[in-house]
């Protein structure tokens, strides 16, 4: 309807799960929260749910409420219309029927399309606290689609945002994802500031926000994300929390360079201290977390420039996000452009014009008076 090509359908049925497994032999049941089906063809996975019952029916065998309003377990079934006032937003909540290829639409998701706007259903707190990822889903279905909250809906979004913490670190994790990786990061990131949501996922680089180049930063790499997705690039997890992290890890540095210890030592600190502490937020997965120390460590090198390890910096598997990571640094001057105008240079330049390049690094090198002091910086 938005001329938009969806990126994948929900199935309900009135089925129970456990008739799905009688039924498909190739089905598996999940979740101890929502029970699923997942029905395999192939390298696809079917995920199917059953319709599920009014909220305000009671059973304490499938129910379960944690003491600040969090759904834990919830497998009560119904019919397809009690089903549609369970769904978080109206727009969400609409049914394609397969038998006549009509949309079925119970709660107003139509209208609301029409007129662009993102409704939770029912009481927003009360549905906010079922499950506080609908606040992230809330900012990201309007970020992505272009759409405005409904007054009710986003009113109480402030107040609301520590709700978060009751959240797996795992799951906040693939949230983060959805967020910023639909080709609206821009929108979405002014969104997440404006309803007070960036807090309680990076806490850390909001306590930077007194700096000018923290937020310039940001912007930037949303919009190059951004780009990025419009031209069908690729976009890396771990770039972007080695962007949003970066400030956190700066301010630990100037917070400790008055220890005298090398500069090295200090950033090996910082990056260990900030990482540790997102994890308690966001849980960031050894794979990417990997990457971003490896981005991190390399930008000191890639400023020094040290001759001798010019050839193996550029074999580098990170080498390449490293340097794109350069190059925000320097659009914010937080390093001197001359050194990013190098690089690029280097990259471009033949075996002869990169051998002067090197020669040029080597006579700065020796013009430079020698300094034994630690900690400096270099």
């Given at each position: ?25 190739n ?9 699923l ?23 304490f065998k ?29 727009i969400?909540?609409?049914y ?21 706007i ?56 693939e949230?983060?994802l ?58 890396s997890?771990?770039?972007l ?67 001798f ?20 640094r320097?659009?914010?001057?937080e ?14 330049a ?29």
């Open positions: 309807m938005l001329k938009i090509t969806p990126k994948d359908f929900d199935i309900a049925t009135n089925a129970y799960p456990e008739k799905l497994k009688k039924l498909f032999r089905c598996l049941l999940i979740g101890r929260r929502f029970r089906a997942h029905i395999r063809f192939g390298r696809e996975i079917i995920e199917v749910t059953t319709f599920r019952a009014d909220g305000e029916k009671k059973s499938h129910r379960a409420v944690a003491a600040h309003g969090m759904l834990l377990r919830d497998n009560i079934y119904g019919s397809i219309e009690e089903d549609a006032w369970r769904r978080d937003f109206t969400n909540a609409l394609y029927n397969i038998a006549d290829f009509s949309i079925v639409d119970y709660c107003g998701g139509m209208a609301d399309i029409q007129h662009k993102v409704r939770i259903i029912g009481d927003p707190p009360t549905r906010y606290q079922e499950d506080p990822v609908r606040l992230l889903r809330a900012i990201r279905f309007a970020g992505k689609l272009g759409f405005t909250l409904a007054p009710t809906t986003g009113a109480c979004i402030p107040e609301l945002a520590p709700l978060l913490r009751h959240v797996s670190p795992a799951r906040l994790f949230e983060v959805k967020l910023f990786h639909h080709g609206q990061a821009f929108k979405t990131y002014q969104l997440l500031l404006h309803y007070h949501l960036l807090n309680e996922l990076f806490p850390q680089t909001l306590n930077c926000f007194d700096q000018e180049s923290t937020k310039k930063l940001l912007e930037i790499v949303c919009k190059n994300t951004d780009q990025r997705i419009q031209e069908g690039k690729t976009v997890p771990a770039f929390f080695s962007v949003f992290l970066w400030p956190a890890v700066q301010a630990k540095v100037q917070h400790s360079i008055k220890r005298h210890s090398p500069l090295f030592i200090i950033y090996q600190h910082a990056m260990n201290d900030v990482l540790a502490e997102q994890q308690k937020q966001i849980a960031i997965p050894r794979r990417y977390s990997t990457t971003i120390r490896e981005i991190w460590d390399l930008q000191q090198r890639l400023s020094q420039r040290r001759p390890m010019v050839d193996r910096l550029m074999t580098h598997p990170r080498f390449r996000a490293a340097y794109d990571f350069l190059l925000l320097a659009e914010i001057r390093i001197s452009p001359e050194i990013t105008a190098w690089w690029t240079q280097f990259l471009d033949d075996a002869p014009t990169k051998k002067q390049l090197i020669d040029k690094i080597i006579m700065e090198e020796h013009k430079k008076p020698s300094r034994h002091k630690r900690g400096k910086s270099v």
